[in-house]
């Protein structure tokens, strides 16, 4: 089919993009706003027309009259490794094959950030929030629920959502991984955890239960966020003349892990014969290793997946939630440093 002629300004209609698809105009708008209603064939000849003709749909003037943006929101601390690029990914591809976009704010650590993101975000009117974790000021909190759209927390677990959660338990988390050292006749304990809520919480966790079963705490380590390989290394270098000869380490990131083992190995410290070793996230980097170390995997891509579903069941009328609370499960992958 020939393409049209523009308009006397030179910008594509939605007109346009009809007649060149050979639809209704309406049914341009549906293809753009609710594809889930257009066949596969009729879609592809729509988006097609919309390709060759470059037309860019006025979205403000749509959301206006829809209420609609076609926005979501998601707001990580950062995306320099797989614990938030991973379930980052995964939200964005299932909104995408839903016709929405997903908008990245990135809040880091520092306490107020995310508030002052969030006040930026919300002017934007998106359909839906993505948050990471469930500590957030009154303010903010308030922000959320005053904008009156859908939110999904993850990586958290809380009795009080603002809305939906997607999470797991993460002090619960470092208690698992003490039994799963104490199984193994471990009686000495260090744990190396990044200055931040969560990484903290599995750090809590883990240190109650060693004070719980009567074990030693050899060591503990406050490392910088987000915390690194070489954090890793200098910590395992600052404790290793308390260690016994037999000591289990808990890593709040499988960085911090290899960076602690990469050091052990460097002075000598057998492993996991004197030291053993967990981390914590399943990065590639744990399973390529040529010492593939133990990890504490909770998928992470599906996290950001079931959140992105229960916004869209939200945001199509459907009803609510059983829970509003969904925990994720986790597993310890045990490997040669244990």
């Not at 003037?61 to 829809?66: D, E, F, T």
């Not at 379930?87 to 990135?106: R, S």
């Not at 469930?134 to 939110?151: E, F, I, Q, T």
Request: with cysteine; proline share 8%; net charge positive.
């Amino acid at each position: 089919m020939a393409i049209p002629p523009r308009g006397p300004s030179g910008s594509v209609k939605i007109t346009d993009v009809a007649a060149a698809a050979g639809v209704a105009p309406m049914t341009v708008s549906r293809v753009l706003n609710t594809p889930d209603r257009v066949s596969g064939p009729t879609s592809a000849r729509v988006r097609d027309a919309i390709e060759r003709l470059g037309y860019v749909p006025n979205l403000l003037a749509g959301s206006l009259s829809s209420r609609r943006s076609r926005m979501i929101a998601a707001i990580v601390p950062n995306i320099g490794s797989p614990t938030f690029s991973d379930p980052v990914q995964a939200f964005t591809d299932t909104l995408g094959e839903a016709g929405y976009h997903v908008t990245l704010g990135l809040s880091g650590y520092g306490p107020g950030r995310e508030e002052a993101l969030l006040r930026t975000v919300l002017t934007r009117r998106p359909d839906g929030v993505m948050l990471t974790g469930a500590g957030h000021s009154a303010a903010a909190r308030r922000l959320l629920r005053d904008a009156g759209v859908p939110v999904v927390e993850i990586w958290d677990a809380t009795d009080d959502p603002i809305d939906m959660l997607v999470g797991f338990d993460h002090a619960a988390l470092g208690a698992a991984v003490v039994d799963f050292f104490a199984a193994s006749g471990h009686t000495s304990f260090v744990v190396l955890a990044g200055d931040i809520p969560r990484a903290n919480l599995r750090r809590q966790g883990f240190l109650h239960r060693v004070a719980e079963l009567g074990h030693t705490l050899v060591a503990e380590r406050m490392l910088p966020a987000p915390s690194t390989i070489t954090d890793g290394r200098l910590a395992l270098r600052a404790i290793a003349p308390m260690l016994g000869p037999r000591t289990a380490l808990f890593a709040a990131s499988d960085l911090t892990a290899f960076g602690a083992i990469l050091e052990a190995r460097a002075l000598g410290i057998a492993i996991p014969e004197r030291l053993a070793v967990c981390g914590f996230g399943d990065y590639e980097l744990g399973r390529g290793t040529d010492m593939p170390f133990t990890t504490v995997g909770f998928g992470s891509a599906e996290m950001g997946r079931i959140a992105a579903r229960n916004l869209l069941a939200r945001l199509s009328g459907a009803p609510p939630m059983p829970s509003p609370r969904i925990m994720v499960p986790y597993r310890i992958i045990a490997r040669a440093s244990t």
